[in-house]
Every structure is written in structure tokens, then in C-alpha cells.
């Protein structure tokens, strides 16, 4: 959960506190928000939570795309998959 004292930054705070500021995402495992001129611009992540998001994003693409195929009834049965990877494999 995102704490609006401690995870929303200044530029120019992040700047003379990076140390700081990188072991506090790592520690609470939460999001640094950078605002330049009182507005959000950037978001600063740990990398393994920044990987989660992109598998997230990822495995949720390739939900979609089944999805899609079974509405536009581009499927296959379990039968002919068998049949298909025995040929393959034969």
C-alpha cells in the first residue's frame, strides 16, 4: 500500500537521498512516486516487483488471445492435439 508521506518524492529530494530512497523500496517493497514542478513523472520499483508486473502483463496477454480464439472457434480437441504430436513425434 502506498504511503502518501513516505512513497510520494520530489526530484529534487531523490536526488540527495538516492541511498536512501533505493534501500527504502527494497525494504518495503513498495513504489516511489517522483514528482518534478508538484507532478507525478516517474516511478521508481525494486526489479522483482517490476518483473511481476511484466509476467502479469505477460500470461494476461496470452489469456486474451484464448479467449479469442475459443470465441472465434479456432480450437482443438485434446484427440487431435494427441494425433498431431504423435505424427510430430513418430
Known amino acids: 500500500m502506498i504511503n502518501l508521506v513516505e512513497d510520494i518524492r520530489p526530484i529534487s529530494y531523490v536526488k540527495s537521498h538516492t541511498a536512501?530512497?533505493?534501500?527504502?523500496?527494497?525494504?518495503?517493497?513498495?513504489?516511489?512516486?517522483?514528482?518534478?514542478?508538484?507532478?507525478?513523472?516517474a516511478v521508481l520499483m525494486d526489479v522483482r516487483q517490476y518483473q511481476?508486473?511484466?509476467?502479469?502483463?505477460?500470461l494476461l496477454k496470452i489469456l486474451s488471445i484464448g479467449e479469442n480464439d475459443i470465441k472465434n472457434n479456432r480450437i482443438i480437441t485434446q484427440e487431435?492435439?494427441?494425433?498431431?504430436?504423435?505424427?510430430?513425434?513418430d
Not at 533505493?22 to 517522483?34: C, F, G, M, S, Y
Not at 511481476?52 to 505477460?58: A, E, K, Q, R, Y
Open 20 to 41: 536512501e530512497i533505493l534501500k527504502q523500496v527494497a525494504d518495503k517493497n513498495n513504489p516511489v512516486i517522483i514528482t518534478q514542478n508538484g507532478e507525478a513523472r
Open 52 to 58: 511481476d508486473i511484466i509476467d502479469t502483463i505477460n
Open 80 to 89: 487431435a492435439l494427441d494425433k498431431k504430436i504423435g505424427a510430430i513425434l
